[in-house]
C-alpha cells in the first residue's frame, strides 16, 4: 500500500475549528472523508471572503480535482445533503467528486420528532441539550438492526418493507408514550423515494473508493466531527453525542485499517467552549467569558446557540491526545485571547483537597473538580497578519510552546484569523 491516511480530531467539545484546519490540509490531500456524526456538525469555511457552512459535506468539498467521501459512520439528513449540494452548484463550487456510502444510515423524519421528545421527556436538569437533529435516535436503531441506510433508498421494495416497519413502532412510542400524532406512510415514503432519485449517483462504496485511491499513492484526510469530550464511550457520558469523534471511530466509520493512518491532528481552540448541558470545569462565567464568546463568535454554526466559554484545560487536553494518540496539535483563535493581560490555563484539577492530573469521563468526579490555572503572560499586539512564528510576539510563542511541553505534542497548525491564509504553518 502506496498511499496513508490522517486523522483530525477536535480535542475539546467540539466547534475548535476543524473546517478550516481540513480546509487548510485538504490541499495536500487526494481524498476528504466524513467518517462519524451528522448534519449536528457545523464546519465553517472562509474562502475569499465568501463564508460556506458544511453539516454534512466533508469540508474539501471546495476544492476542484478532489473525491469527498461520507462514510458508513455518518448519519445522513438526506434533504440537508440535498440543500447543501445545490447550494454549492448554485455558487459554482461543487468542484470535488462526492462518494456517500451506502452503508451510512439515513435520518428519518421520525428521528428528529424522536430526539425533541426525548429532550422533553428529560425535562430541565437532565436535558442533554441535543441539537435536535435525530443524531442519537438514528444511531440507536443502527445499533438496534432496524436502521435504514443510503442504499435502502435506491431499492422501492426495501424501502416501502423498512419504513412499515420502522413507522409501526414509531408510532406506537409517538402516541401511546408521548401523546402525539402518528406520523403518515405516504409522505415520508414518498419523500424518501424522491431523496433516493436525487443521491442515487453519489452512492457508492466509500472504503472502497478510499481503498483504490491509497493504493495508487493517494493521501486520504479523514474528518472528525465534535469532539474528544463529547464522544459516547471517552467523554462526559450522558452529555455527549451518539458517535466516536476520537481517532478509533475514524477508522471505523470510514472502513479503512489503523495501519494505514500516519498522523493524527488534535484541533484544540486556545481557549475552551462547550454547547449543551454538562460539565465544563474551566468554564468562565463572568465579563471575560462574554468577551471570549463576543471576540470568537462563538454562537452554534448549526443551532446559533450562545457557546459556553472558558479557558485552556491541559487536563482534558492530555486526555485527549492520549485516548486518540494525537501526534500534532493545530491551535485555532489565538488571535482572540490576544489583550487579554493574563491568560489562565488549567493544569490539574482540585477535588476535596486531592490534586488530580488525569481526567475523569466518571461525571460524579467532573462535577466535583475546581480547576487549578496558572496564569501566562498576554499580548497586545495584533496578530492576524502574522504568517510564521517568528512574526508572533514572545508572549503568543510561549503560549504555544507551553502547550507543547505539557502535551508532548507539536504544534504544526495556528490559526490567528478565520480567513484561509490566517493560518500559520509549523514543520508540516
Ligand atoms: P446531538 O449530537 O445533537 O445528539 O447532541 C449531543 C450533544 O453534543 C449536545 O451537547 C450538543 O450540543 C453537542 N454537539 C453535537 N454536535 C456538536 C458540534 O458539532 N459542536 C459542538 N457540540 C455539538
Known sequence: MKGRAEVIVGAQ????GKGRIVDALASR????VRYQGGANAGHTVIVDGEEYIFHLLPSGMLYSGKACVIGNGVVVDPQQLID????LQTRGKDRARLVVSGSAHVVMPYHKVLDGMEERFRGAGKRIGTTRRG??????DKVNRSGIRMEDLLNEEVLR????FNLE?????LTRVYGEDPLAFGTIFEQAREWGEKLAPYVGDASLTIWKSMESGGRVLLEGAQGTLLDVDHGTYPYVTSSNPTAGGACVGAGVGPSTVDRITGV???????VGEGSFPTEEEGDLGDRLRDKGHEFGATTGRPRRCGWLDMVALRYAVRVSGITALALTK??????????PVCMEYLAEGAKLQDFSGNLRVLENVKPHYTHLEGWKEDISECRSLEDLPKAARDYISFIEKHTGVPVVLVGVGPGREQTIVNGL
Open 13 to 16: 467539545w467540539g466547534d475548535e
Open 29 to 32: 490531500v487526494d481524498v476528504v
Open 84 to 87: 447543501e449540494l445545490t447550494d
Open 135 to 140: 443524531i442519537g435516535p438514528c444511531y440507536v
Open 161 to 164: 418493507e423498512k419504513i412499515t
Open 169 to 173: 413502532v414509531k408510532n406506537m412510542i
Open 268 to 274: 484544540v481552540k486556545a481557549y475552551c467552549t462547550r
Open 334 to 343: 489565538l488571535d482572540i485571547l490576544t489583550g487579554i493581560e493574563s491568560i
